[in-house]
C-alpha cells in the first residue's frame, strides 16, 4: 500500500522553540521512559540577570526559569516529545537545560553536547556560501541559474536571488512520487543532486519566477550546485573552510553519507512506509543535501544564530542586507522570508526537520537575544511541528510581545490546500505546524500535485486524503 507522509514542501519546519532553562544547580538526570515526567537534566550554571529587561524580553528570574522548566515539559508531555535541548541567552543572563531521553531504549538522558540532525537549517548555511562568493565578486545575486548550472527548465529567467527567497516556480522534488516511493522503499539509499533535480525537472514549473512565494528544496540543491562550481570544490569542503571555520562553529558539517559523529541522539519518526515509528538515525540524508542535510550542536547553532542575523563576521553589511530582504510569504502576517532565511514576530532565523529530528535557530535583534531548540523527533501534535509547539511555549514566557508563530498545516492532506495560521517555513511559516502527520498509509502525492501555497508549512495528510492530495515526505 502507498505510505503517506508529512507533506514536505522544502526543509524548512518553521517551528520554532525558545529554550530558556532555570539554572540553579544540577537536576537528576531523565530516567528512562516516558520523557515527558523526565526532570530536565544538563542544566548550566545559574543564571544571574542584572539590570531591567531589555528589548521586550523577561529577566532569567528564578520564577521565570521554573515557569520556562514547567512550559517545556507540559509541551513535551502533550506532544510526546522523547527529549528536548534548548539554550537561550541574552545579556542579562543564559539559561541551558535538556529534558528528556537521547534514547528511549537505553534511557540516556539528552544532553547539551550531542551532535543533532539539523533539517532546513542547512538552508541556512548553503544560501550564506552563496553570499560569500558574493563578497568575492566571483558571482551576483542577479545572474541567472542557466549561467552556472545547465538544463534547468526555465533557467535563463530564474536568478540565484529568487532560488533562495523561495520564489523560482521549480517543482519541489520531494513531493514527487517517484522520490518518496524511492526513500520509503530504502531510507539508507544515497542520492545525488542530479539524481535530486531529475525528480523536480519531470514536472513544469508551478509558476513564473518571482510570482509569488512557495518553499521548495529543490531551490537549495541548485544553490548548493553553484557554490561548487564557482567555489571550485566540494559543498562540503566550502562550507566548512568559508562558513563553518570563520563563524567559529567547531561541531558543524555536512555529511554525504549517513556519518553521524558521536555522541547524539536517537531520533524518532513516523514517516515510514508502515505509518509505525522507527529509530531514522541512522537514515541516509543525502536526499536532503545542501537543503537540510547538516549536523550541528547546541553550542554552534547559538553562535550560529548570531552569525545568520547580523551577518558578522562573514559578510559585509551591504551583502548582509539583501539576505534580509524579507517578501511576504502570502497570507500570513509577520511571517516574512528573505535569502535563506526567515522572520517572524521580530525573531529572525530558520527552522528544520527530517525524519527524527527537528530544530530551531533564532536571534532578537532588539534583545540580542537567541534561541536554539533541538529535538530528537518530527512526529506533529495537532497539524503542528513539535518544535513549533515548544518554541511557541517558550517565547510565551521569555518574548511576550514576540511570540513564535509559523502557519499550521492544512489536515486535508491536499498539497494545494492553504495553511492555517501555524505551519513551517516551507510555504508561510506558522506557529504550530508539524512535519510528521501520522503516515496514514494513502498514496503518495501525484507527480502532478503542487507544493503547498506556504512553503513554509509543512502539510498534515488525513487518513482520509484522496489520491492525489496524500502528503509527502517531510524535509525542513
Same mark, same amino acid.
Given at each position: ?30 530516567? !528512562? ?252 540524508? $543525502? ?40 517578501? $511576504? ?39 540580542? !537575544? ?38 499550521? !498545516? ?67
Amino acid at each position: 500500500m502507498p505510505r503517506s507522509v508529512r507533506a514536505a514542501s522544502a526543509a524548512l519546519a518553521l517551528s520554532g522553540l525558545l529554550a530558556v532553562s532555570a539554572c540553579s544547580g544540577d537536576s537528576s538526570p531523565a530516567q !528512562a521512559g516516558p520523557a515527558v515526567t523526565a526532570e530536565p537534566a544538563a542544566l548550566s550554571p545559574t543564571a544571574t540577570p542584572t539590570g531591567s529587561p531589555t528589548g521586550g524580553v523577561m529577566a532569567l528570574t528564578p520564577d521565570v526559569m521554573s515557569r520556562l522548566d514547567t512550559a517545556i515539559k507540559q509541551a513535551m508531555s502533550e506532544a510526546a516529545i522523547p527529549g528536548v535541548i534548548v539554550g537561550y541567552t541574552t545579556p542579562d543572563g543564559s539559561y541551558q537545560r535538556t529534558f528528556g531521553v537521547a534514547d528511549k531504549d537505553a534511557g540516556t538522558p539528552m544532553s547539551p553536547d550531542l551532535y543533532m540532525r539539523v533539517g532546513s537549517v542547512t538552508k541556512t548555511f548553503t544560501a550564506t556560501g552563496i553570499l560569500r562568493l558574493v563578497d568575492q565578486g566571483k558571482l551576483g545575486l542577479d545572474d541567472s541559474i542557466s549561467k552556472y548550472v545547465p538544463n534547468v527548465p526555465g533557467g535563463d529567467g530564474i536568478t540565484l536571488r529568487q532560488l533562495g527567497e523561495m520564489r523560482s516556480g521549480l517543482f519541489n522534488y520531494t513531493l514527487d512520487s517517484d522520490f518518496q516511493n524511492a526513500v520509503f522503499n530504502d531510507p539508507n539509499r544515497p542520492f545525488s543532486p542530479d539524481q535530486l533535480l531529475g525528480f523536480a525537472f519531470k514536472h513544469p514549473a508551478n509558476f513564473a519566477p518571482d510570482a509569488k512565494f512557495e518553499y521548495s528544496n529543490t531551490n537549495l540543491i541548485l544553490l548548493g550546485l553553484v557554490v561548487e562550481k564557482v567555489g571550485g570544490q566540494p559543498l562540503q569542503d566550502f562550507l566548512d573552510q568559508q562558513v563553518f571555520a570563520p563563524a567559529g562553529l567547531t561541531k558543524t558539517s555536512l555529511p554525504t553519507d549517513a556519518t553521524f559523529p558521536d555522541p547524539h541522539a536517537h531520533g524518532y519518526t513516523n514517516q515510514t512506509a508502515s505509518g509505525t515509528v522507527e529509530d531514522a538515525t541512522t537514515w541516509n540524508p $543525502s536526499w536532503g543535501w545542501a537543503a537540510g542535510a547538516a549536523i550541528s550542536d547546541l553550542a554552534d547553532l547559538q553562535t550560529w544564530s548570531k552569525v545568520l542575523a547580523t551577518g558578522e563576521p562573514l559578510l559585509k553589511p551591504a551583502t548582509q542586507a539583501e539576505r534580509l530582504k524579507f517578501k $511576504s510569504t502570502g497570507d500570513t502576517p509577520d511571517l516574512g522570508y528573505g535569502f535563506g532565511v526567515f522572520t517572524t514576530h521580530g525573531w529572525i532565523g530558520h527552522n528544520g526537520s527530517l525524519p527524527g529530528y527537528e530544530a530551531v535557530v533564532l536571534y532578537l535583534p532588539e534583545a540580542k !537575544a537567541n534561541l536554539v531548540i533541538l529535538l530528537n523527533t518530527d512526529i506533529t501534535h495537532d497539524g503542528s511541528e513539535p518544535s513549533t509547539f515548544v518554541a511557541r511555549a517558550i517565547t510565551q514566557i521569555v518574548s511576550p510581545n514576540n511570540v513564535y508563530a509559523l502557519p499550521t !498545516a492544512p489536515a486535508t492532506g491536499s498539497p494545494t490546500g492553504s495553511p492555517s495560521p501555524t505551519g513551517s517555513p516551507t510555504a508561510s511559516p506558522s506557529p504550530t505546524t508539524s512535519p510528521t502527520t501520522s503516515p496514514t498509509i494513502s498514496p503518495p502525492a501525484s507527480p502532478t500535485a503542487s507544493p503547498s501555497p506556504n512553503p513554509m508549512v509543512t502539510q498534515t495528510p488525513s487518513p482520509t486524503a484522496s489520491p492525489t492530495g496524500a502528503a509527502t515526505l517531510h524535509l525542513s
